[in-house]
C-alpha cells in the first residue's frame, strides 16, 4: 500500500510570513493525485489543493501553492500571507489514478499561526 | 455550494449495540466512502461505493460493519454490535463521476464514543 509521511507534527508562522509544509510520498505508481486538506477545529476538512502526477506545474489556488517533485516523491505546500484562519490541522493525501479510490492519508501538521 | 453533511454530529453508545451513521452525499456524486479517524491519529480509508455495491474495503471494515444506500440521497455505516476501539471521528465522503472523481469532498463527520 501507498505511504504518505508528514514529518512535522507541529508548525507554527508568524501572521502574514509564510510558511511551508513538508510532505513525502512512496508509490510505484507513475499516475496519481495528490491533494492538500484543511482541517480547522470544526473538523470538517477541506480541500485546498490538488496536483495531477502528469502535471510538471505545481498548482496554485491563491495564497497556497505547491513543489510537487515527482523524481523525490515530494509535496509540500505553501502557505503566502499566513492569516489566522489558516490555522488548522493539514492532512497530505494519495489516491492512484489506476488502482482504486481510496485516498491514503499522512498523519498531519498542525499549524498555529501567531498573530 | 453543495456540501456532504452528517448526522448526527456526536453519538454515545453502550459497547455491543448497534449505531448507524448517516450521510447526505452531494447530490449529483456517484462515488460514496467512509473514512475514520482515531483520536490522534491518521484518517483510515474504510469503504468505498459504487452503483449500489461495495467496490472497495479496507481490512477495517469487517464483518460488523456495513453500508446502504437506502434511497435516492442517503448513504448509512452500519456498525452491529460496537466495540470500545470503534470510537473515532466517522467521515463520509463522495465524489463525482469521471471528470471530477479524483476529488473527494468530506462531511463534518461523526464522533462516535463507545462506552
Known amino acids: 500500500a501507498q505511504t504518505v509521511t508528514q514529518s512535522q507534527p507541529e508548525m507554527s508562522v508568524q501572521e502574514a510570513e509564510t510558511v511551508t509544509l513538508s510532505c513525502t510520498y512512496d508509490?510505484?505508481?507513475?499516475?496519481?493525485?495528490l491533494f492538500w486538506y484543511k482541517q480547522p477545529p470544526s473538523r470538517q476538512m477541506i480541500l485546498v489543493i490538488r496536483?495531477?502526477?502528469?502535471?510538471?506545474q505545481n498548482a496554485t489556488e491563491n495564497r497556497f501553492s505547491v513543489n510537487f517533485q515527482k523524481a523525490a516523491k515530494s509535496f509540500s505546500l505553501k502557505i503566502s500571507d499566513s492569516q489566522l484562519g489558516d490555522a488548522a490541522m493539514y492532512f497530505c493525501a494519495y489516491r492512484s489514478a489506476w488502482s482504486g479510490n481510496q485516498f491514503y492519508f499522512g498523519t498531519g501538521t498542525s499549524l498555529t499561526v501567531i498573530p | 455550494e453543495p456540501e456532504v453533511t452528517q448526522t448526527p454530529s456526536h453519538q454515545v453508545t453502550q459497547m455491543g449495540q448497534e449505531v448507524i451513521l448517516r450521510c447526505v452525499p452531494i447530490s449529483n456524486h456517484l462515488y460514496f466512502y467512509w473514512y475514520r479517524q482515531i483520536l490522534g491519529q491518521k484518517v483510515e480509508f474504510l469503504v468505498s461505493?459504487?452503483?449500489?455495491?461495495?467496490?472497495?474495503k479496507s481490512e477495517i471494515f469487517d464483518d460488523q460493519f456495513s453500508v446502504e444506500r437506502p434511497d435516492g440521497s442517503n448513504f448509512t455505516l452500519k456498525i452491529r454490535s460496537t466495540k470500545l476501539e470503534d470510537s473515532a471521528m466517522y467521515f463520509c465522503?463522495?465524489?463525482?463521476?469521471?471528470?471530477?472523481?479524483?476529488?473527494?469532498?468530506f462531511g463534518p463527520g461523526t464522533r462516535l464514543l463507545v462506552l
Open positions: 465522503a463522495s465524489s463525482g463521476t469521471s471528470g471530477g472523481q479524483e476529488t473527494q469532498y
Open positions: 496536483q495531477e502526477a502528469y502535471k510538471q
Open positions: 508509490t510505484s505508481e507513475s499516475d496519481y493525485y
Open positions: 461505493f459504487y452503483n449500489n455495491e461495495i467496490s472497495e
